[in-house]
């Protein structure tokens, strides 16, 4: 029983010292990160605050009060302490300011990522889109082709409504445009196919064709009568002898445009660009509107203008 209690007192004390140990470790260890945590800050005032500014002023009073005159040297240290911590504290505000920008520019890197995945998708969906739209319109104008119809009719007037203008790079592939090619290469195939005007008439009348890029297109002798060709380009077109009565060619870029002999009653230039755009021999140009239209070095050389509005 006797040699039981000292085996179990024994166990005791080991316990205790072992414990002893570990709390001595502890406070050694927790003094040793206090030291550490209060040598960093006093570091750190001293590098950002300055340490010798209080004992310079305090040598500057000491002398303000006890002699006639400050010494230049103490004024000096003075300023020049001064002039310290004014300089590191405003690199601890440089310091700071850094680290919270730095979140900034990961995120907006982030961003930027994202976007550029963002506008390959966008692409990727487009080109689907004008895969599917390129064979139907193909179909319509077999069927064109195959002769007009009311069913015809009917088909294009209901795919050229679905065929929407969107951004893409233009032929220098650098810049980007905003237009229709699916809708300018169904107005190109229908005013050189065998329509009658009357049929034409009525496609324009149910068909937007605004947006359209005709650049540099001859539609000379084209009957456009009633078309709507608004924010379209048609920058150094032929246009003489064609029908462009009715039409809406607001908005529109018509730079350069060569127009004799052509007719244009009831016709809307409303905002257009006509730079340098020449009308000769106009024959009818009663009722065309040329409303806020830039016509910078326009012509309308032996074309009667008296009937046109906003000139």
């Known amino acids: 029983m006797e040699n039981n209690f000292q085996e179990e007192l024994e166990k005791l004390k080991k316990e205790n010292e ?4 570990e709390m001595s470790k502890a406070s050694e260890k927790k003094k040793r990160k206090q030291e550490r945590t209060k040598k960093t800050l006093s570091w750190t ?6 340490a010798s500014l209080k004992n310079n002023f305090n040598q500057w009073f000491t002398e303000f009060h006890t002699q006639e ?6 004024s000096a240290s003075l300023l020049t302490s001064l002039v310290r ?29 994202q976007n550029e995945l963002i506008k390959t998708q966008n692409l990727l969906v487009e080109g689907s889109r004008r895969s599917s739209y390129s064979y139907q319109l ?10 007009y119809s009311t069913k015809t009719r009917r088909r294009v007037i209901s795919l050229c409504n679905v065929l929407k203008p969107y951004r893409y790079l233009d032929e220098d592939g650098q810049t980007t445009v905003y237009y229709s090619p699916e809708r300018t290469q169904v107005l190109i195939y229908l005013i050189n196919s065998k329509m009658t005007n ?21 539609l000379s002798g084209r009957y456009l009568s009633g078309i709507n060709l608004s924010h379209s380009n048609l920058e150094n077109c032929e246009l003489n002898t064609a029908n462009l009565d009715n039409g809406d060619f607001s908005y529109a870029n018509l730079k350069n445009v060569q127009f004799s002999n052509g007719r244009a009653k009831n016709t809307s230039f409303h905002n257009a660009d006509l730079t340098g755009a020449k009308f000769t021999k106009a024959k009818e140009l009663s009722g065309a509107d040329f409303t806020d239209a830039e016509v910078d070095d326009i012509s309308f050389n032996l ?3 008296t009937k046109a509005k906003g000139l």
Do not use: H
């Open 198 to 218: 009357a049929e034409l008439s009525v496609l324009f009348d149910n068909i937007d064709f605004s947006y359209c890029d005709l650049r540099n297109v001859d």
């Open 138 to 147: 193909a179909q319509v104008l077999d069927d064109i082709d195959d002769g």
């Open 69 to 74: 005159r400050v010494s230049p040297n103490t």
């Open 303 to 305: 074309s009667d203008i």
């Open 85 to 113: 911590r004014f300089v590191r504290v405003r690199l601890l505000s440089v310091i700071l300011l850094l680290f919270s920008i730095f979140p900034s520019l990961v995120s907006l890197y982030i961003l930027i990522k």
């Open 45 to 50: 005032w001293s590098m950002f605050a300055g």
């Open 18 to 21: 072992a414990l002893r140990n």
